[in-house]
Nanobody
Framework: QVQLVESGGGLVQAGDSLRLSCAAS????????MGWFRQAPGKEREFVAA????????FYADSVKGRFTISRDNAKNTAYLQMNSLIPEDTAVYYC??????????????????WGQGTQVTVSS
């Protein structure tokens, strides 16, 4: 089992930055890929970013590319999502997730077994 706890969300203005953290406990975190997803009110959950087990492979949704950066510190069992130049369309609950059977990142939420409880990010215009 892996337990994930997100933090760092909040209310910010357009153009501001936030850094989300995802602290993992339990099973070995460093062997598996993890991702960030988000869900806005009335919308389906969507992929934001993913990172492979080593941290050397990352990819992003087109909507956040160039503004968001995913990273991880396996020594601390923690992953991060640095969000810059936030826009109101980024408003959502953000979830981190970890795969249980692969070190390769994925944009498909079905590939992730463990999920955090989510952290709210609200961007005002």
């Amino acid at each position: 089992q892996v337990q994930l706890v997100e933090s760092g969300g909040g209310l910010v203005q357009a153009g501001d930055s936030l850094r989300l953290s995802c602290a993992a406990s339990g099973r070995t975190f460093s062997s598996y890929a993890m991702g960030w997803f988000r869900q806005a009110p009335g919308k389906e959950r969507e992929f934001v970013a993913a990172i492979n087990w080593s941290g050397r492979g990352t990819f992003y949704a087109d909507s956040v590319k160039g503004r968001f950066t995913i990273s991880r510190d396996n020594a601390k069992n923690t992953a991060y999502l640095q969000m810059n130049s936030l826009i109101p369309e980024d408003t959502a609950v953000y979830y981190c997730a970890v795969r249980s059977n692969s070190g390769a990142g994925s944009a498909d939420s079905h590939d992730y077994r463990y999920w955090g409880q989510g952290t709210q990010v609200t961007v005002s215009s």
